[in-house]
């Protein structure tokens, strides 16, 4: 069985400053790895992805995630948020063999960026 | 443009009320799910399909069943609604995860309130 953990509920931040939002999980197989936005009364949208390759991934919006293996992390960052940026964001994987590519979410993360 | 649609945005049933929601998708994707999201859980899985007629339980399928009688289609149906199942359903659609690089791809989601 697969889970993820995001250490942070809510994340507070001043526009302009850099942000990292952070994510674990667990897993016995390999899995390909995920994160989405959530804007206020929307659906979710992807940002970035990782499915082999390099670990340093870039998503939409400037938006990239390193993963790391040894510590099964998958840390998004930003190094300059906006105010356009306040959303709630989520961690996701889905094992590589999965019939249907279903995937498994973490409890999410409100990014508040203030001005 | 990518497009999954669920019919309604906000509902309000009674307790007991059979409560049908409907997602429709453009893409002749093979795979749909069904999602709910609650504060603080993030998205758990309730059912999902890989193809036409067939449908596979997820993480919390207790007090849900599904149909899909057409690929592009996908209902959740809540047999006697109560008020625990009070939520945010979100409704997606994907290819087959392999070969890789593809995405999933959600709607913007339906306010569901048991009073």
């Known amino acids: 069985a697969q889970s993820v953990t995001q250490l942070d509920s809510q994340v507070p931040v001043f526009e302009e400053a850099p942000v990292e939002l952070r994510c674990n999980y667990s897993s016995s197989v390999s899995v390909y790895l995920f994160w989405y936005v959530q804007y206020p009364n929307q659906g979710l949208q992807l940002l970035l992805k990782y499915l082999s390759g390099s670990t340093l991934v870039k998503g939409i919006n400037g938006f990239e995630a390193e993963f790391n293996k040894s510590q099964t992390s998958f840390h998004l960052r930003k190094p300059s948020v906006h105010i356009s940026d306040t959303a709630e964001y989520f961690c996701?994987?889905?094992?590589?063999?999965?019939?249907?590519?279903?995937?498994?979410f973490g409890q999410g993360t409100e990014l508040s960026v203030k001005p | 443009d990518v497009k999954v649609t669920q019919s309604s945005r906000y509902l309000v049933k009674r307790t007991g009320e059979k409560v049908f929601l409907e997602c429709v998708q453009d893409?002749?994707?093979?795979?749909m799910f069904w999602y709910r999201q609650d504060p603080g859980l993030g998205l758990r899985l309730i059912y999902f399909?890989?193809?036409?007629?067939?449908?596979e339980k997820g993480d919390i399928p207790e007090g849900y069943s599904v149909s899909r009688e057409k690929k592009e289609r996908f209902s959740l149906i809540l047999e006697s609604a109560s008020t625990n199942q009070t939520s945010m359903y979100l409704c997606?659609?994907?290819?087959?995860?392999?070969?890789?690089?593809?995405?999933?791809?959600f709607g913007e989601g339906s306010w569901l309130t048991v009073v």
């Open positions: 893409m002749d994707h093979e795979n």
């Open positions: 997606a659609s994907s290819p087959p995860l392999r070969p890789r690089g593809n995405t999933i791809y």
């Open positions: 399909s890989y193809d036409v007629k067939m449908k």
């Open positions: 996701a994987v889905s094992p590589i063999y999965n019939q249907g590519g279903k995937l498994i």
